[in-house]
């Protein structure tokens, strides 16, 4: 069973950055694309960041040029780096993975808290 832990959440004030790492572990099936979500209280869950095997990358447009996903399939760990925070970016931070097996289940972590101040 894959387990997937995230960390680096914390307490930033506006303009600081946090790096947040995703672990993987147990037997995991080849990855077809990994991506961070957030979710703040009372808001939908959404897209942050997503990263094809391929490398291709793609960004919501609110973190744009301020966020960058990357993945070391070596270390079995997927990473988002933030720069500029803003109070708007304080959410419940996830990390996923998409099995490229058809009908796989994506492999979700329990998530970690980020929280900008002004």
Avoid: H
């Amino acid at each position: 069973q894959v387990q997937l832990v995230e960390s680096g959440g914390g307490l930033v004030q506006a303009g600081g950055s946090l790096r947040l790492s995703c672990a993987a572990s147990g037997t995991i099936l080849r990855i077809n694309s990994v991506g961070w979500y957030r979710q703040a209280p009372g808001k939908q869950r959404e897209l942050v960041a997503t990263a094809t095997s391929g490398g291709r990358t793609n960004y919501a447009d609110s973190v744009k040029g301020r966020f960058t996903i990357s993945r070391d399939n070596a270390k079995n760990t997927v990473y988002l780096q933030m720069n500029s925070l803003k109070p708007e970016d304080t959410a419940v931070y996830y990390c996923n993975a998409r099995p490229v097996v058809a009908g796989a289940v994506d492999y979700w972590g329990q998530g970690t808290q980020v929280t900008v101040s002004s």
